[in-house]
């Protein structure tokens, strides 16, 4: 029997049961209800949902109960022990989506308009950074790239630039794992009435809440840790005006079209449940791995912000709960030893995503950001040279003898 007043003490046991049974059978776990619509048994039933006094589901691109139960888990842990500003338990509305990307692009089409400015900062992943550059540009929504992780130079491209909407932020950022300060971005943002979103797709609920500092829009793909094991593209948008995202976020998001699907929801689901676990082991294999890197004669440079020398360290641990599995380093000797490196792996495995069980590892400059120009790029510290690492739950040792044997290949 579920009560209300009982209070769920551990994110595990939330993301386990937020989400009521979606369904009429009883089944315990919510089915993959694979239908494109869903029925009326009479007229007046149709015009009672097409007008909203029926909550009931109508066509899968506006909703489905395999999403809802995924949204509801997502809403739930992203706000897990947070209080709004009435001190009540914070409420969260998710919309799932086809891909991070999608997830990404309701977003700012859906709060940005020509004219409007969008302003981000250096590293960020390469979807985000040509979704800003080509798709927004083109719409005629200007950005703004600004190392925003210093206030002063926030405050004063804020001040020169009065269009200024939204301001975007990715933390850890994708490869160099830098990391933004939320509170102190949303602090200013908030008074000069600019919007922030953040994504939190490294990080993961479990790890950081940009919502405990008042950021307005997460969004994440959930490709990566959330489903965990690498079996469906897929995103989150959650927002934490839930009148605005029930009006115009979801309209914008039904007519551009970017909804999930059943199956991959369910799989969205059933990876969630095990997030907290398995964040633990990510961890605390990253720390490991970071450490043996730190130490190894062939590496120049270890990103890791676990690491006392890692630049963000600070900010990282008063708001991330532990320092994540991403990790990006620099080998001496550059791209030659990069190659020679990642081919000489035996067991982790070259791929260009992150946050999957196993460890996956991939090179930047010649994936994930070909298509940002070499200068542009080394701005962001994404050199020839640069791996980036997602440290999967594998056993640490393992781990550690595949990369000691493919270092001894130098
Ligand atoms: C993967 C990723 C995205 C894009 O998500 P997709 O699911 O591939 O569309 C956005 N941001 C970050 C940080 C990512 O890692």
Redesign the pocket.
């Known amino acids: 029997m579920s009560n209300s007043s009982f209070n769920l003490t551990g994110i595990t046991s939330v993301a386990m049961h937020s989400a009521e049974r979606e369904n009429s059978e009883h089944a315990h776990i919510t089915p993959i209800y694979a239908t494109s619509t869903f029925t009326f048994d009479t007229i007046e039933e149709g015009a009672a949902r097409f007008i909203g006094a029926d909550k009931s589901k109508i066509y899968s691109r506006w909703g489905n109960p395999t999403f809802v139960a995924a949204e509801k888990t997502i809403a739930a842990i992203e706000s897990f022990g947070l209080k709004d500003e009435n001190n009540e338990p914070l409420k969260l509305k998710a919309l799932l989506h086809s ?3 999608a997830a ?1 692009t309701t977003l700012f089409l859906s709060n940005l308009k020509a004219g409007d400015t969008v302003l981000s900062h250096y590293s960020l ?1 390469g ?2 950074y040509e979704v800003m550059h080509k798709v927004l540009a083109d719409a005629g929504i200007n950005v703004i790239i600004a190392d925003i992780r210093k206030a002063d130079v926030l405050e004063e491209a804020i001040k020169k630039n009065p269009f200024i909407k939204l301001i975007h932020i ?1 933390t850890p950022a ?1 490869p160099t794992i830098n990391c933004i300060d939320i509170e102190a971005v949303t602090k200013i943002a908030k008074q000069y009435n600019i919007l922030v979103s953040a ?1 939190n ?2 990080a993961t609920p479990y790890l950081q809440q940009p919502f405990k500092y008042g950021v307005d829009f997460v969004f994440h ?1 959930t ?2 840790f959330l489903n965990g094991h690498g079996t469906a ?3 989150v948008l959650i927002g934490r005006d839930n009148e605005y995202m029930n009006t115009k976020v979801w309209k914008w998001h039904v007519l551009l079209g970017g909804n999930t699907s059943p199956f991959d929801a369910f799989l969205l689901s059933n990876g969630l449940k095990t997030l907290e676990l398995r964040m633990d082991r990510h961890c605390s294999n990253a720390m490991k791995v970071a450490e043996y890197l730190q130490n190894h004669e062939a590496v120049a440079l270890v990103n890791y912000v676990g690491l006392p020398t890692h630049p963000d360290n600070e900010v990282a641990k008063k708001q991330m709960k532990q320092f994540g599995s991403l990790i990006s380093f620099e080998l001496k000797n550059g791209y030659n030893a990069a190659t020679k490196f990642m081919n000489a792996l035996q067991m982790c495995t070259q791929a260009t995503s ?1 946050g999957t069980v196993d460890t996956l590892i991939s090179h930047p400059a010649s994936t994930s950001h070909v298509s940002v120009a070499k200068e542009e790029r080394e701005k962001f510290g994404i050199t020839d040279g640069l791996i980036r690492l997602s440290v999967g739950i594998e056993n640490i040792e393992d781990i550690l003898n595949d990369f000691e044997q493919a270092l001894r290949s130098l």
């Open positions: 891909s991070g990307q990404m992943y979807g985000t990715e994708n994504d797709t490294f793909s490709t990566k593209i897929g995103g992150l």
